[in-house]
């Protein structure tokens, strides 16, 4: 068999591969219309899939399009723009004020094509009128070091911004508009994924002000008065700005896990793919999984092995310390501590947008002997999961995987080796 590592490494790549847009998206592209074809979109992937579109379509096509920086790649006819994420800047608030101007005054003869990728979110933020960025941008942050799972993150987003929670959509009338999505998010829930700008948003302002008094986040007034006078209302289902709703997902976690389980199959192991939604506490996770890993080596149960156990979804981490991590490398941590050397058991967690956290990072291997090789370099695993620095860990043992932008992104992926002990 293959050296666990290596097809760890090669499991991370298929799951990647099945999520590129020159493979997933020219299934998915609709028919030309009679008048024109307008093209807007945003997430980590937009460019690509901008590039994807620009290669299949046979008529002309004009439009706009904003990824994260760096994210950017070359197209014709499409402009890309990019701007930040994870917490917004204003080249994203110009570039969103920019598409949802270029979308008014379509005629019903036209078609908007809207490219929907993780990150979105951020990369049109857009407040409402009122809301300064600078006030949104502290919001982000303490949002997204809160440890709140993305679909109560992306309610509050929806409820402060005048392009998400279905106004693009509802800009757009009378056109017809296609969604082409690549899910990020737990569920594939179209709200969720870049906090909906073409979709009904059925969740309401008081759930967002519910969210954030659960997660003991404290507003300026101009937040508070948006969402306690319900300015901020999304466009709600059966609103008849939107139309008939198009959304076509080109690309899932699941579809990632099922990528990998086929080649994990291919190199003689068993694969299970547990779960594309897991969500929680990115350590307590690891503990869990742990768990299950062990149970197999000594117990033979749930499954025997040799076998690959494959997961997804986006646990979180509420950020106490002031290391460099991300919420793979800290399930990942977690996770070698609770298995304390057991023999048999190799893992790898990334993000397949290649950057766990704030790093360009994107995840890291570990093996039995990682806390040992840990301790002989004078490194305490302990410190380093509760001061959030898994990235300094696992770099300082030359056990992190730096992929480069991947330019799509379908969520966290986990995969876990297991032989007999």
């Known amino acids: 068999m293959q050296a666990p590592r290596d097809l760890l490494g090669r499991l991370f790549d ?31 992937a937009a460019a690509t899939m901008a590039a994807a579109l620009e290669a299949h379509w046979s008529g002309p096509l004009g439009g706009l399009v904003v990824t994260r920086y760096g994210h950017a790649v070359a197209t014709r006819h499409i402009e890309v723009v990019e ?16 598409m949802l101007a270029s979308v008014r005054g379509l005629s019903a003869h036209d078609l908007v094509i809207c490219l929907i990728s993780g990150g979105g979110s951020a990369l049109l933020p857009l407040p409402l009128d009122g809301i300064a960025l ?29 392009i998400k929670g279905g106004r693009l959509a509802a800009a757009c009338a009378p056109a017809q508009v296609v969604t082409l999505a690549i899910s990020d998010v737990p569920g594939d ?18 759930d967002a002000l519910a969210i954030l008094e659960r997660q003991h986040i404290a507003v300026p ?28 997902l080109i690309a899932t976690p699941h579809d990632a896990l099922r990528a990998a389980a086929r080649l994990a199959q291919a190199a003689g192991y068993v694969p299970h793919i547990l779960s594309d939604t897991i969500e929680g506490d990115a350590a307590s996770v690891g503990q869990v999984m742990a768990a299950i890993a062990t149970s197999i080596v000594r117990h033979g149960e749930p499954f025997r092995a040799p076998c690959v156990l ?14 460099s991590g991300g919420r793979n490398v800290q399930f990942l941590l977690s996770l070698a501590i609770a298995l304390d050397g057991a023999r048999g058991i190799h893992a790898f967690a990334g993000d397949t947008d290649g950057i766990d956290g704030a790093a360009d990072i994107a995840g890291a291997f570990i093996s039995p002997d990682t806390l040992a090789r840990a301790r002989a370099a004078g490194l305490d695993p302990r410190r380093s999961l509760a001061s959030n620095d898994a990235h300094g860990f696992f770099g300082a043992l030359g056990d992190s995987h730096v992929s480069g932008a991947t330019l799509t992104n379908v969520n966290d992926f986990r995969a876990l080796i297991i032989n007999a002990g």
């Open 14 to 44: 298929a799951a990647v591969h099945s999520a590129q847009p020159a493979y997933c998206l020219p299934p998915h592209l609709p028919a030309a219309p009679a008048g024109r074809t307008w093209v807007v979109g945003a997430g980590k």
């Open 83 to 98: 701007a930040a994420h994870p917490v917004p800047d204003e080249a994203g608030c110009r570039a969103a004020a920019r």
């Open 134 to 162: 600078a006030e949104e941008q502290t919001l982000a942050r303490a949002l997204l070091t809160s440890g709140a799972p993305i679909g109560e993150i992306n309610c509050v987003r929806r409820h402060l911004s005048a």
């Open 189 to 206: 829930a179209p709200r969720d994924i870049a906090s909906g700008p073409t979709v009904a948003d059925p969740t309401t302002c008081a």
């Open 221 to 248: 007034d101009s937040i508070a008065r948006v969402l306690r006078s319900g300015a901020g209302e999304s466009v709600k289902p059966g609103d008849p700005q939107l139309g008939p709703i198009d959304y076509r």
């Open 310 to 323: 494959l997961s997804g979804g986006e646990t979180t981490v509420t950020v106490t310390g002031n290391g």
